[in-house]
């Protein structure tokens, strides 16, 4: 069974840091980009970021653009999201998805494009 776990959300003062993983298990994605969403109370689910299968490239939305990182360890089928100089609106429930096609040769921002979901971890950045 196709598992994704997020982990590492919590509660910072604005400006701080935070680390997000994304464990998966029951296959190996190291053939499928790895994207990550954020939802917050009464808006759409929003692109945050993805990250080629491959590892070699990355599309930030402009909104995080500077302050968030992806990375990901295939090895560990680990897909990571460094969030630094966090402000109160970056605050929301953020889940890890999987591209529903292998090796596409482009990052895709919508989510009907992803299909395996994490249950979501909560960040909460006040000011």
């Known amino acids: 069974q196709v598992q994704l776990v997020e982990s590492g959300g919590g509660s910072v003062q604005a400006g701080g840091s935070l680390r997000l993983s994304c464990a998966a298990s029951?296959?190996?994605?190291?053939?499928?980009?790895m994207g990550w969403f954020r939802q917050a109370p009464g808006k759409e689910r929003e692109f945050v970021t993805a990250i080629m299968w491959s590892g070699g490239t990355t599309l930030p939305a402009d909104s995080v653009k500077g302050r968030f990182t992806i990375s990901r360890d295939n090895t560990r089928n680990t897909v990571y999201l460094q969030m630094n100089s966090l402000k109160p609106g970056d605050t929301a429930v953020y889940y890890c998805a999987v591209d529903r096609r292998p090796y596409r040769n482009y990052l895709t921002r919508s989510p009907s494009e992803y299909d395996y979901w994490g249950q979501g971890t909560q960040v909460t950045v006040s000011s």
């Open positions: 029951g296959r190996s994605f190291n053939s499928y980009s």
